[in-house]
């Protein structure tokens, strides 16, 4: 009896400090996050100013100006991005969970296993990888030249492995009760789908998204090669740009200007934090409307 409660104590203990554990490591990445969040917007909001967001960069690399035109590029560049993106990841994610398993021909179902080395392998390329191929693919072979339109395909190339993933695993964490709840009222396979596979999975295909957004918001390398640099003004998805990302990089590593490096750094942190959490409010009102 005393040898029971003794591993009773002792399992208690272990739960307890794996918690603890836990809890600890969240903690520490949590306040990680905040001071490197809160380090470049301290850094960088003493130099923001209304200039700073009205005019754009003057003279090259010359550091001088302000960011108006980079704002504009990577607006452009995110919603072209996921425009391209998005439904066709989330239908090769639908039909990889909902289609794939049911296919009954051997060559078709080595086609879906090679489908999905294929994404995990994507997942993992350099992004580097991705520019130069969309450098070598749309820039030059397709003659689009240094566009926002490039540097959209070929971020749409970087990001659609992410949305697949995401939905797919968005998907699977619905119960397979709703499912044949829905097929047994009557409806067919692609109403079930719709009404209410894809309802109950709304939240976790909103964060696939939302990283994609980030990334892209983020990226430097794929878009050097795509996007061209330009610091005018966009007028066009054929016109050359500069994202904010892209124009900290230019800053901090070809002049002198690291103030203004922070501030446009600070800048592209809010701005990371207005997509999450206007994609969050978005996926709420949509699960809240399909729920009713």
């Known amino acids: ?5 003794n591993r009773l104590k002792l399992r208690k203990l272990q739960q307890t400090g794996a918690f603890s554990l836990l809890w600890f490591t969240g903690a520490v990445s949590v306040l990680i996050m905040l001071f490197v969040v809160g380090y470049v917007i301290m850094k960088g909001f003493a130099h923001l100013t209304p200039d700073f967001f009205t005019t754009p960069p003057r003279g090259g690399l010359s550091g001088e100006g302000g960011i108006s035109s980079t704002i504009v590029a990577t607006v452009y560049l995110v919603i072209c991005t996921l425009i391209v993106a998005t439904p066709l990841g989330i239908s090769a994610g639908i039909f990889l969970v909902e289609y794939a398993d049911n296919l009954k021909s051997r060559v078709i179902k080595k086609f879906v296993a090679l489908a999905r080395f294929g994404v995990e392998t994507l997942a993992g390329v350099p992004s580097i990888i991705f520019g130069l191929f969309g450098y070598a693919l749309f820039v030059t072979a397709m003659h689009f030249g240094f566009s926002i339109l490039s540097a959209a395909l070929a971020g749409s190339c970087l990001v659609i492995p992410v949305i697949i993933r995401t939905t797919e695993e968005a998907l699977k964490a619905v119960p397979d009760s709703y499912r044949q709840a829905s097929l047994a009222m009557g409806a067919s396979r692609w109403e079930t789908i ?14 696939g998204l939302i990283l994609s957004a980030g990334r892209i918001v983020s990226e430097t390398a794929i878009f050097y090669v795509t996007l061209g640099g330009s610091y005018r003004t966009p007028t066009s998805i054929m016109s050359s740009g500069r994202t904010m990302a892209l124009h900290v990089y230019y800053l901090a590593m070809e002049t002198r200007a690291f103030d203004k490096a922070m501030a446009t750094g600070a800048v592209l942190v809010l701005l990371i934090i207005i997509i999450n ?6 996926s709420r009102r ?7």
């Open 1 to 5: 009896m005393g040898e029971e409660v």
């Open 286 to 292: 949509l699960s809240a409307k399909t729920g009713s």
């Open 194 to 207: 719709r009404k209410v596979v894809l309802p109950s999975a709304v939240n976790g295909i909103s964060t």
């Open 277 to 282: 959490l206007v994609i969050n409010v978005i």
